[in-house]
């Protein structure tokens, strides 16, 4: 049927991080059909990723519920659960995964909910790869024109559709259009978990921030930090910021932020970074914005993505006063333009998942990639997260028969921290060991 002004959408968001589940939560708000009631319900992904209380209390997203689940659990509640919209923001594995369960979980059913995935941010690596295992959606969404060209022309090239790439923006775009320095001028460092990856370009880049601050008193630098040690984000970081900054002499115009990106935005006058989508969030509200060249301009990075953006420059440019000016062009085609577009560009995805409610059935969901077409690839992804090659949960997978008692929550728990005690303090050490 429909949706109208007086019926709910019933909404499921199932993701892996913090990140994740703030682009998840946010785009089923976005594309919500217009006149529509949602009803959010969230599944967070048990792996070393799951975000912490404290991690989805800065993301600032509400549900209705929020639950941490595995991925036969999840795809035994999309069995009974009778929901209108899925959001997938997972990894690229993750998406394939749950697409050829749920494929499995819809078999012979003429209406199932509408699945939408993409990506939390700048796509600047393994573009090919990840976006074939989420290929299979109903809507693909990519976050700018750019990526929508792109999109399309790998699911072209490779003879898989590329009717479901959907050009949207970032959801979390948003804030009040920079007017002006701020008394003191505050020049905001926005780090990333896991770039740079070792310590001395780290180290080399917090040394920097500090010697910015001593240079220039009058102004205040921030820190802008992504998680607190222990934690986990979309991405591992075995050096945390907080830990290297330990035993230096540090100004008093420097200090560690944590929260809210959106909130530190509205007092930055600079916003400085390697590669992070707080460069977009910053660039969409017209903050000056650079993008550091100091390691050099690499894939690796990821601040190749933002050539010809006008925002690339290093901390000794920074030092001797320089400010960039950002392409017009470059920015138009990232989708994060102020100029009232953002507005709008949600609309054809809210289109396109409107007719598919209204239609009287929706197709089986259809992956390239099946047994026949990478049969030494897809059945590895699918065996971790304890499924057959058809999408039939194996035996012996984690709460395939009946939902986990107390005593398994509690075992649960314990190997999660252990897990992610190993992630992050053990395997760095024996890393590092090994280059000795």
């Given amino acids: 049927m429909p949706v109208s002004a007086t019926q709910t959408l019933r909404v499921a968001v199932l993701a892996d991080s913090d990140t994740r589940w703030k682009w998840g ?10 006149n529509s009631d949602i009803s959010l319900d969230g599944y967070l992904l048990r792996g070393r990723a799951t975000p912490t209380a404290r991690q989805l209390t800065e993301v600032g997203v509400t549900a209705d519920s929020l639950r941490e689940v595995t991925a036969v659990e999840f795809l035994r509640a ?7 919209l899925l959001v997938l923001s997972l990894v690229g594995g993750g998406v394939q995964a749950m697409l050829h369960g749920l494929a499995r979980a819809w078999d012979g059913r003429a209406k199932r909910p509408v699945v939408v995935t993409g990506y939390v941010g700048v796509v ?3 573009l090919a790869d990840g976006l074939l295992l989420r290929h299979g959606a109903d ?6 024109r750019q990526d929508a060209d792109r999109f399309r022309e790998v699911y072209d090239g490779v003879g898989a559709d590329s009717s479901a790439v959907t050009e949207v923006a970032l959801p979390f775009l948003g804030g009040d259009t920079y007017t002006g320095e701020h008394d003191p001028y505050t020049v905001v460092f926005a780090v990333q978990p896991s770039v740079p990856d070792n310590r001395r370009d780290r180290n080399y880049l917090l040394n920097r921030a500090i010697q910015h601050a001593r240079f220039h008193p009058n ?8 998680s607190k040690p222990g934690e986990h984000t979309t991405h591992i970081e075995e050096l945390p910021y907080q830990k290297l900054v330990q035993g230096k002499d540090l100004p008093a115009n420097f200090s560690l932020v944590y929260g809210h990106m959106g909130e530190v935005l509205d007092r930055t006058d600079l916003l400085v970074t390697i590669s992070s989508t707080a460069a977009l969030e910053s660039l969409h509200r017209r903050i000056p914005t650079v993008v550091l060249t100091d390691l050099g301009i690499r894939e690796g990075l990821g601040n190749h993505h933002f050539v010809g953006s006008g925002c690339l420059a290093s901390w000794e440019q920074l030092d001797a006063g320089y400010k960039p000016v950002p392409d017009a062009d470059w920015v138009a085609r990232q ?3 102020a100029d009232g577009s953002y507005e709008t560009a949600f609309d054809v995805a809210r289109e396109r998942i409107a007719k598919l409610l209204a239609g009287p059935e929706m197709p089986a969901l259809n992956p390239y990639y099946t047994p026949d077409t990478a049969p030494g690839y897809l059945p590895g992804i699918l065996a971790r997260h304890h499924l057959g090659p058809d999408g039939t949960p194996l035996p012996g997978a984690p709460a395939a028969d009946k939902a986990p008692g107390p005593v398994r929550q509690i075992v649960r728990r314990a190997a999660r921290g252990a897990y992610r005690h190993g992630v992050q303090r053990v395997a760095p050490v024996i890393r590092r060991m090994g280059e000795l």
Avoid at 78 to 84: K, L, W
Avoid at 139 to 144: F, R
């Fill in 25 to 34: 939560s946010l785009t089923a708000n976005r594309i919500a059909p217009a």
């Fill in 78 to 84: 999309m069995e009974t659960e009778s929901y209108d």
């Fill in 124 to 126: 600047y690596e393994k």
């Fill in 139 to 144: 809507l693909v969404l990519a976050n700018s």
């Fill in 219 to 226: 102004r205040e630098v921030l820190l802008k930090l992504r």
């Fill in 335 to 337: 989708g994060v333009a």
